[in-house]
């Protein structure tokens, strides 16, 4: 069920709000202002903009604001003229990319694909405390924050509650479960009353496969928060300093594996974690072959002594899995850094290795 106008123009207000800077909503929404016969709002909005882009340096967007503000009759001839002089004498200017805030999500869609997006929507009301996404469950929704804040958290496997972030207007969740169509990583609850856009996976799965960019820029959202989750709920990492943490979240990569492909790369600057899935480790041994399962958390990576899978192993995706592929100096630092870090390695290898030497598989 598509949104009504006046929802829409409720949602557009609200990223108006988070992203002041961007077009893509500016434009649609003085658009629905005027259709709705509030000019005097259409033409005050586009003067707004018009100020914001010229301190910029987006001389040409202020100039195309300014002729808005003229269509629309704006009585401040003054201004107008004053911006318009301004803009037209530093149309060479460079521009301050790092200083507009945009909406990534649709930033390489056009205004009425955005539009046409952001329509598909349902606006939902959330109280504070309530959670709409609890980790472990199965749900496909994705969400867009339009006013309040959220926190996302995990509960780790030693029984506590770790925050991981603090979501607040124009800011999304729900995207690995749409993306990837696993189970929810983490819980996000409102902090405060909440108002979000709710989604359905089909929408996310029409935008990533109509605008490979958009879809890039989802992607690279669920790698970071995907990374970011298993730095805290492994406990390879508990001891592990905040800058470590992001360090690891801006070098590591996500890969996407299908059942049967084999897990051992041969690269030898990485190391791997099992951030989702269940893989089968095999051996041949006397003529017959000793297997294993290994599940979420599970370390490997031949690159590495320590880490080296029993020599003639094999490593194969029993079912499709999601892996972190951690650059190996990041494990040496770690090594050094952190007194634990090691040794809880070198138990866990043990442990891996005297499983993978059980019953022979039938």
Sequence with gaps: MSLNEQELTYAYQGLLHAFPEDLHIARPMIQMLQD????????????DMARRMLSLGYSTYALAFITICEQLKHPDTDEIESIKTMAELTLSATHQDDDVKMFELIETLSDSEAKDFLKKGSILGINEGESIV??????????????????????????????????????????????????RTATVTASSNVTVLEFDDTVITELVDTSPEAGESLRGTVKRRMIA???????????IEDE???????????????????????????????????AKACKKEG????????????????????????????????ERCLVCKVPLAIFDAFSKAYSGFEHWVEKHVEERNTSCKGEPNK
């Excluded at 016969?37 to 003067?47: F, W």
């Excluded at 979240?249 to 600057?269: F, H, I, K, R, T």
């Excluded at 294993?292 to 995706?317: F, Q, R």
């Design 36 to 47: 709705r016969g509030d000019n005097e709002a259409a033409r005050d909005l586009a003067m």
């Design 134 to 183: 609890k980790q472990g469950e199965i749900s496909r929704k994705f969400y867009l924050i339009l006013d309040g804040t959220m926190r996302v958290h995990v509960h780790s496997r030693t029984g506590q509650d770790i925050d991981l972030t603090n979501l607040k207007k124009g800011e999304f969740f729900g995207e690995f479960a749409c993306v990837y169509h696993l189970p």
């Design 229 to 239: 989750s298993v730095s805290h709920a492994h406990p390879i990492f508990s001891g």
């Design 244 to 278: 470590d943490r992001a360090w690891l979240a801006d070098e590591a990569m996500l890969v996407e594996c299908q059942e049967g492909d084999s897990l051992l790369n041969e690269d030898g600057d990485y190391f791997y974690i099992l951030a989702f899935g269940k």
């Design 287 to 318: 003529g017959k072959t000793q297997g294993c399962e290994l599940g979420v958390n599970a370390l490997y990576g031949n690159a590495s002594p320590i880490l080296a899978m029993p020599e003639g192993a094999t490593l194969t995706a029993a």
